[in-house]
Each structure stands twice: as C-alpha cells, then as structure tokens.
C-alpha cells in the first residue's frame, strides 16, 4: 500500500469494519475487517466495539469510525436513488477500498468505474480474490491518478458522457488543493448529462488551532501515525457549490449532524469538534431539485 493517503483509506475501512459489527449498523461492509488484515499497518487494529477499551468514547475507534458509518451510509442511499431514479452509470473517485460495487444490490444494467492509484487498486484487487467476492455489478477498475489525465482513462474505460452518471467523491476532495478541486469539479461538469448527480465532502472552514488540537487528530496521529492534518489542504477552499449552480446544478449542502438527526444515529455535537467543518455536498444537474435522498 502507498503511504499518506493510502493509510487513510485502511482507517476508513477500520471505521467500516466496526460500523459493521454494531447491533444498530447504519451499513454493513463484509470486506471491510479483510482489507484491515491483509494490510501489515493496519493488521493489529481493531474491527469490532470489543476490541476499543474505552468504545464510543474513543475518540478514533469510536467517534470517528462512527462517523466513517454514517457518511458510508449517506452516500450508499445517494447512490440508489441516482440508482431508482434511472441512472446505470456510477463513477467512485478516489475509490479507496470502497465495496460499493460488490456489497449493494444494483439493478441490471449498472457500471462501477473506481478511479484510484494503481498501487491502492491492485492491493483491492488481491484481497477481494482471495476472499472470492464477486461484484453485483459490472465493475471497472481504472488505475490512475487523479492528477493525471484521469478524464480520458475513464473515457477509455467505457464512461458514456451523454448519459446520466452518479459520482461519488467520498474524503477526496478533503486532500486536493483548491485549484485541483476546481479542475475536478470542472471536468465532473464536462462529463456530465443532465440528470447526473454529484455527492462529496468538504471542509468549509479553516480550523481553530483548538480544534487542531483536537483528540480525534492527536490521537489518530500518535497511536497510528496518521497526520490528518498534513493531509489537508490548506488553501483556502473553494466554493464548489456555487460554482455547480452556476454551472446548472441544483446542490444541497449539510452538516453530518444534519444526516444524525435524519438517521437517528452517528456521532454527536462536542466541544472542539473536529467533524464541525465538515460539509456533505449532493448536487443534481439540472434537475428542479435534490431531494430525492
């Protein structure tokens, strides 16, 4: 596995993994604990609530794998909609170790592109076949890195712009500077027919050094090595929202606690918070309105 980035997405899948095993899971990922294992980093770190001494109130294995279960299912449920609405094409950009195309019920007809680094793909690759999963959709793997050319990979790949597409950038555009993200959002728009729909995440404000200081961030860097805040960019962002409305798109923005309240479960409010900033994005092209989900 690649480093920095590549370690983010076995802590996703941590969160997944012990979102999983909860009585109350908001989304069930069975490939999840497998990718924790097979990875030498990771192979130590818990999948279930039992194995975090201090459970929901750990601030990594608790809050934020909370958190990473919520956001997993928000977007799951933004995908079938796209998917009941009549969209059959579905891009997930920055793919990670996301099982959507295996772990959904998807309807006839529907293509997974998972756009990622060939190093990220080809470890997903070897743990899916050793565990003999088998997609539930026609599914394309498309090894290349966003800060390349990825348009015409994906056009290679079979991505018909002329009919609608579902994009997925779950905990991408977190990691881009501001003007990758509006190169990105750009080519999105270019690729995209009317009634394709948009889902990512963002952080809309810059953090106060106490939130920097927060437990989530100390102790995902100290106890695993993870420096979330190195990742981040820290440009100022972008108004990607705006920019899709002048561009045709009718957008929804929220916080998580929005998506709390909805589901009834997730990570709660606290001092601090470093999952205050956040933003969930949902944009529709030019459609009347997003509240399909």
Known sequence: ????????????????????????????????????RAAP????????????????????????????GLRTRVLDDALRSAARAGTRQFVLLGAGLDTRAFRLD????????????PGVLGFKERVLAAVGAVSSAGRVPVPVDLRGDWAAALLGAGLDPGLPVAWLAEG????????????LIGVIDELSAPGSMLGYEVKLLEEARAVRDSPVYAEARERLGVDLLALFDGDPRPDSAAELAARGWRTEVGTPYDHVRRYGRGPR?????????????????????????
């Not at 802590?11 to 012990?18: K, P, Q």
């Open 1 to 36: 596995m690649d480093a920095g980035v590549g370690v983010t997405a076995l802590l996703v899948a941590a969160g997944r993994a012990i979102e999983a095993r909860r009585a109350d899971a908001l989304a069930r990922d069975p490939y999840a604990e497998c990718f924790v």
């Open 41 to 68: 980093v990771s192979a130590l770190w818990p999948v279930s609530l039992e194995e975090v001494p201090r459970g929901d109130a750990d601030p990594v294995w608790g809050r934020l794998a909370r958190y990473f």
């Open 106 to 117: 998807w309807p006839s007809g529907s293509t997974v592109w998972e756009v990622d680094r």
């Open 172 to 183: 991408l555009l977190l990691y881009l500077p501001a003007a990758a993200e509006r190169r």
């Open 269 to 293: 409010p606290e001092p601090d918070d470093a999952l205050a900033a956040n933003r969930w994005v949902f944009a529709v092209k030019g459609a009347a309105g997003v509240s399909r989900w």
